[in-house]
């Protein structure tokens, strides 16, 4: 009869604060990682993880996408990242890259969305170590106030706008309660 050690069994308050932390990385690195409508950039951290048995647990009965002797890699895409993380698929404000138009030394400040396109999670066995890599795109710009419309689209409901159509949208919403422009 094997007996179970101590460490073998993982528990759930650890991998919620374990969660809780990689979820907070992800999102920092993500406000940090230049976007503008071009380009879909990466952003990757890396955390400890003290077993395969922890990551596998972590990701809660995820079937991986390859499973070797020297790592795991599971990929996530869509809203199956927002449901991972335990956040919605967007993250505000990020850093902007784009171009836009300034008129007389007028300072400018574009308030950027991005959302998560994928999330990669590997698990490296020799140097127990936990990989998120994690693909985002520009969502959208404007104040928070777009954020209905961003999320429902992020959702895939009815109503939700993105990128140009957003921009349009607030565009004309803002000319229809200046009735004299």
């Known amino acids: 009869m094997a007996k179970k050690h101590k460490g073998d069994e993982v528990d759930a308050k650890a991998l919620h604060a374990m969660r809780k932390r990689l979820r907070d990385k992800i999102v920092k690195a993500v406000k940090k990682t230049a976007h503008n409508d071009r380009r879909k950039p990466y952003s990757e951290i890396s955390d400890g993880c003290a077993s395969r048995d922890v990551a596998v647990a972590l990701m809660g009965g995820l079937h991986p996408r390859s ?17 991972f993380l335990g956040i919605e698929r967007l993250v505000h404000p990020v850093k902007f890259d784009g171009m836009f138009l300034a008129f007389a030394g007028i300072p400018v400040n574009v308030y950027a969305w991005a959302a998560f396109e994928s999330l990669e999670i590997k698990y490296e066995n020799a140097a127990k170590v936990l990989t998120l890599k994690a693909r985002t795109f520009l969502a959208g710009s404007g104040r928070p106030e777009a954020q209905p419309r961003l999320l429902a689209y992020s959702r ?17 919403n803002m000319m229809a309660a200046r009735p004299g422009y």
């Open 67 to 83: 499973d070797t002797a020297r790592m795991t890699r599971w990929v996530l895409t869509g809203n199956d990242v927002s449901m």
């Open 156 to 172: 895939g409901e009815e109503g939700g706008l993105i990128g140009r159509d957003l921009e349009e949208a607030q565009i004309a």
